[in-house]
């Protein structure tokens, strides 16, 4: 006699006057669990691809034009409806990853992540409102710098998800490759014209910062890759470093080789005298391979960027929007529509340091929050007794606020990989802050 108790999934039989519980329940279950964790690993997977598409098509066909005030050029992509539709899917993945994710880990949520959780969300929702009834949906949407760019930070409950992580970690080495690759790749078009240097966005860079990124996560589990991985992560810090002469880019040379030094200390070898050893030969060695191509095939742009070395060129943006801009304004926020006026580009909304701008658009209920979930995960992790090798994610974190502080150039908060892969770090240092 065969049915079913009220208990979803409990099958029961009679055999010989005993009950007993029947194997195709159990397998039942763990099928639904199985077809559970797809559906979310898919999801994540479907985020890593819309804005791999978005960029390539994007960037499809550009034209280059010099930069506004210099002689240096630039390749802006195309926004149009398909762009943004896979911008805006991508993000409400996002969103409703880290709602079942949240609800999922509510252990490694504090109530002052929750107090904070609450205000940024609550901060974006009403900056939202105020945009689109100044600016209109369309307007707002098609903005970079629209409030809702700040949603990615949710991406800090997705890196709480062990499955998820090992997902991206596999996934990191093999998406900082095609992203520095197609870097290259989108170089090669205007290297043909011989018309001068790179200075502004432009696919180039784009696909660099994407790949920079990429390979910053792929190093956080340095220990445990294979040996191609490894070599794969040299070869492909050794092509960061000469991109980043090559984009002309102060910054990135030395978030190129700060992530190469990360890279090259994590040994297995713990005796810390024989770690600085091999971490200085392979510096010196990635640094000469790296020196030997742009030398032999791009000097001009190392000339160019030797050249710039003892060139300022940031002190005048601080002094143009400390100048014109009120205090109260970076307290309480002047909306997506503030501006300052700029020297080289006239009425301007943007600048390369991402803690003023957003203070400048939106106010400290954005920007304390946001800057909250990364130092606040890191700082948790780097105070627990786990090994060194463990704590790696704490110095990505710490690069990225370096780059949010404008130490890196192109570096922007949009709704992109490094926007939702750096939350996700910050999340996997809280998620190894539990454990250890």
């Not at 039942?28 to 598409?53: C, D, E, P, R």
């Not at 014209?193 to 340095?222: E, H, K, R």
């Not at 006026?341 to 009425?347: E, M």
């Not at 502080?405 to 570096?411: A, E, P, T, V």
Request: hydrophobic letters at 50%.
């Amino acid at each position: 006699m065969l049915y079913t108790s009220h208990c979803a999934w409990n099958y029961y039989y009679y055999k010989n006057g005993i009950q007993k519980k029947a194997l195709f329940g159990r397998m039942n279950v763990n099928n639904a669990k199985l077809t559970l964790k797809i559906k979310h690993s898919s999801l994540f997977i479907a985020i890593l691809v819309m804005l791999m598409l978005k960029d390539m098509i994007s960037y499809n066909n550009v034209e280059w034009s010099m930069v506004p005030g210099s002689t240096s050029w630039e390749a802006l992509g195309t926004t149009n409806y398909f762009t943004i539709s896979l911008v805006l899917a991508s993000l409400f993945c996002v969103i409703a990853l880290s709602c079942f994710f949240y609800e999922k880990n509510k252990n490694f949520f504090s109530s002052v992540f929750n107090l904070n959780l609450f205000i940024i969300i609550f901060a974006i929702i009403g900056w939202t409102f105020i945009s689109f009834a100044t600016e209109g949906v369309q307007q707002t949407l098609y903005s970079s710098s629209n409030p809702l760019v700040y949603l990615t930070v949710l991406a800090v409950i997705i890196g709480t998800d062990d499955a998820i992580w090992n997902k991206l970690s596999k996934a990191a080495p093999l998406f900082a490759a095609l992203n520095i690759l197609l870097s290259f790749y989108s170089y090669f078009p205007f290297a043909s014209m011989n018309v001068g240097l790179l200075g502004g966005n432009s696919p180039t860079m784009t696909y660099f910062v994407s790949g920079f990124w990429f390979l910053a996560v792929a190093i956080i589990d340095y220990e445990n890759k294979s040996r191609k991985s490894k070599i794969l992560i040299y070869t492909l810090l050794t092509l960061c470093i000469t991109l980043a002469v090559i984009i002309n880019s102060r910054s990135w040379v030395i978030q190129s080789t700060i992530l190469l030094f990360i890279a090259a200390f994590i040994s297995k070898n713990k005796r810390i005298i024989s770690k600085l050893l091999i971490t200085c030969i392979i510096i010196a060695l990635v640094s000469s391979i790296a020196y030997f191509i742009i030398d032999n095939y791009y000097v001009d742009y190392l000339v160019s960027f030797t050249n710039k070395l003892e060139r300022d060129t940031r002190s005048f943006q601080y002094e143009e929007i400390f100048s014109q801009i009120p205090f109260y304004q970076f307290i309480f926020g002047g909306g997506i529509d503030a501006t300052y006026q700029s020297s080289l580009y006239g009425d301007y909304r943007y600048i390369d340091n991402q803690y003023i701008m957003a203070l400048f658009h939106y106010g400290i209920l954005i920007f304390l929050p946001y800057v909250f979930f990364f130092v606040s995960s890191a700082w948790k992790l780097w105070k627990c007794n786990v090994k060194i090798t463990k704590k790696i994610g704490c110095f990505i974190v710490f690069l990225w606020l370096l780059a949010l502080g404008g130490l890196s150039i192109y570096n922007v908060i949009i709704i992109d990989f490094k926007s939702i892969l750096l939350p996700m770090v910050a999340g996997r240092c809280l998620f190894l802050s539990k454990e250890g």
